[in-house]
């Protein structure tokens, strides 16, 4: 997995107000998770490009005033109007300690499914790992050349080394779906219409027998 650098400073003073002016100049005010005690910085807005608008997950070295943290992104948030980072969260680690991190999967193959007319719908952008931050790749990949229609993909079928999965094993992640009118065989389609056919006759037949007779004229 690769790493980004990170620069930012410590932060003199907390709350409410010291947040909002750190915003106004451009910065994010962020924190790191540590074992011992959590540490209060902030950092560019623009620091954060590599790490935010990417598919791929990354290790973070975390440059404060010189002094160097090891950390994963545990979690980021969004203003829901202008869209701009307000606050990022992460976690220290340790060389010989796990982490735990959400790693997004990447899928390969021309799935037999969807060249038959299938969708491929994926249910999990990411799966949550365990493992030493020097074993963690930065996507799962997942081949799915083999899988046909109505076919998918769980959470127990899949591997990798020097890393635990640890979503729960029977969570779909993909599956090949396909729609209402790809799922009906030539044969289907002539029975639906045949048995529609005989529907309206026999509707029509009910509705000439519920019409009663004129009386014979004298």
Request: hydrophobic share 40%; net charge positive; proline share 5%.
């Amino acid at each position: 997995m690769k790493t980004i650098e990170i620069k930012g400073s410590f932060r003199t003073e907390l709350g409410k107000k010291s947040s909002k002016e750190l915003r106004k100049s451009g910065n994010v005010p962020c924190v790191i998770y540590g074992k011992e005690k959590n540490i209060h910085f902030f950092a560019h807005e623009n620091s954060f490009k590599n790490l935010v608008y990417t598919p791929a997950a990354h290790l973070v070295k975390l440059n404060i005033d010189d002094k160097e943290y090891k950390a994963v992104l545990k979690d980021m948030q969004f203003h829901p109007v202008k869209d701009n980072i307000l606050h990022a969260d992460f976690i220290e680690i340790h060389d010989n300690k796990p982490v735990v991190i959400n790693i997004p999967i990447k899928v390969s193959g021309d799935s037999v499914g969807v060249i038959a007319g299938g969708k491929l719908s994926i249910k999990r952008r990411t799966l949550k790992v365990k493992g030493l931050a020097d074993d963690l790749p930065e996507a799962l990949p997942i081949n799915i050349t083999d899988l046909k229609i109505h076919e998918g993909i769980k959470v127990g079928e899949l591997s990798y080394d020097k890393i635990e999965l640890l979503d729960p094993k029977k969570s779909m992640v993909l599956t090949i779906a396909t729609s209402r009118v790809a799922q009906k065989t030539d044969e289907e389609v002539l029975a639906e219409t045949a048995a529609a056919e005989a529907a309206a006759a026999t509707a029509a037949a009910g509705a000439t027998a519920a019409v009663p007779e004129a009386p014979a004229t004298k």
